[in-house]
């Protein structure tokens, strides 16, 4: 039997919309990782009364009640109080609970003593099972509520996340009977989701031993996952790999991939960016391992800087703009021929919310690839604030580096 769970993320700021509430997108991956099915989940504010109710009606349908927030030391932090309350017992003070607060605090604080407000935290419905908190003062608690276990995790993210590495093994105690799934993926680069499911058609189908979902990234990739027994999530990925085999990436994201292939073949980039600021080498910055491919990197934002340090004529600016293919074909190339790295990127665009005309509105941009073996353009019409468009924009000049390499353009470099 496949276990049900209801997600409970709590607290005023994510009800009015303050804070997003990005636990109950992590929950249910983590749910789905270890093969346990989500049925309903909910935002609920600092109202005591109305947790109880939650907790207890999410009880009555679920065999697994994860809830986030509300684990503070504030007044308002009533998730404890609820808990309770829900499974019809009493707080009580835990002298574990302290000790562990005290050991954290005298870990990041060495030498000050532990506020008193934080005690609150070291109360715990009684018969709870703790879990211990690394990375803050919050215990997670556990508590059985007839044949369900409600489980309290603390509300900021890099505690709740690591808790659940604590909580993870308890699923096998707490239902014997289920057996953690095998989740596996194969991630794609080049193709649409909905040509993707042409393609492989039936294979994207489920059955009694797999469950099969596509997600398409804002990233510029597509995942296929397969969660279930192992040896049918291998030969049903190898079977999607045999159709797509083009567009296979062999890292989960473009960027990983393009800089793992850079590695094998012993290639190096570098990039020229005035419309992304930057964001073309904070994206390839952030996979390790990049030093051995990454050369340099500019902002050109002004005229100016494209002429003086990517050699741009200011010629060929006046005639088509900066914001052309000219344009960011000149950058790509002079950035290539600058750096000495084998293949050079560069973005040239309007980002807004000024700036735009009929001919060229905001979100237009071109981004451009400059190898030996020739050069690869695209133009893009973006949508979206400031730092959206310029995301997209340097995401999508690495994703056309990566197609760039694996089907270099035919155009011969001078």
């Known amino acids: 039997m496949i276990p049900r769970a209801v997600i409970l993320a709590i607290g005023d700021e994510l009800l009015l919309g303050r804070t997003q509430d990005t636990n109950t997108a992590y929950l249910a991956r983590w749910c789905q990782d270890h093969g346990i099915r989500v049925v309903r989940s909910a935002i609920l504010g600092d109202d005591e009364a109305q947790m109880v109710a939650a907790m207890a009606a999410a009880a009555a349908e679920a065999d697994l009640v994860l809830i986030t927030g509300g684990l503070g030391p504030t007044r308002d932090d009533r998730t404890r109080h609820a808990l309770a309350a829900a499974a019809g017992v009493p707080l009580r003070q835990s002298a574990s609970a302290w000790k562990q607060i005290q050991a954290y ?106 469950s099969v979902g596509i997600t398409a990234h804002e990233a510029g990739h597509i995942t296929i996952r397969v969660v279930g027994s192992a040896s049918a999530g291998r030969r049903r990925l190898a079977a999607c790999a045999a159709l797509l085999g083009p567009w296979v990436l062999p890292e989960a994201g473009v960027v990983p991939s393009l800089v793992h292939v850079l590695r094998r073949r012993g290639l190096t980039i570098s990039a020229a960016e005035s419309c992304t600021c930057g964001q073309v080498a ?54 290539r021929l600058r750096s000495g790295a084998d293949l050079a990127v560069a973005t040239t665009g309007i980002a807004g919310p000024d700036g735009g005309t009929r001919a060229k509105p905001v979100g237009s941009v071109w981004i451009a690839v400059a190898s030996r073996q020739g050069l690869s353009t695209r133009c893009l019409q973006l949508h979206g604030d400031r730092q959206r468009i310029q995301r997209r924009a340097a995401i999508a000049a690495l994703r056309l580096a990566w197609e760039h390499v694996r089907r270099p353009a035919r155009t011969p470099n001078p």
């Open 105 to 210: 605090y005298g870990r990041v604080r060495p030498g000050e003593a532990v506020p008193e407000s934080n005690r609150r935290q070291a109360l715990t419905p009684r018969g709870a099972q703790l879990l211990r908190n690394d990375r803050g003062t919050a215990p997670g608690l556990a508590v059985a509520v007839a044949e369900s276990w409600l489980v309290a995790l603390p509300g900021v993210p890099v505690e709740m996340y690591a808790m659940l590495e604590r909580l993870a093994p308890r699923l096998a105690t707490w239902f014997p009977q289920h057996r953690i799934p095998v989740v596996q993926e194969l991630h794609l680069c080049g193709l649409g989701e909905s040509a993707v499911q042409d393609q492989l058609g039936d294979l994207l189908e489920g059955d009694g031993r797999l």
């Open 282 to 335: 904070a994206l390839l910055g952030a996979v390790p391992g990049v030093s051995a491919v990454l050369e340099e990197s500019l902002i050109t934002y002004a005229n100016q800087a494209k002429i003086r340090y990517l050699g741009v004529s200011d010629w060929l600016i006046e005639q088509n703009g900066v914001v052309s293919e000219a344009c960011a074909q000149a950058m790509a190339e002079g950035m």
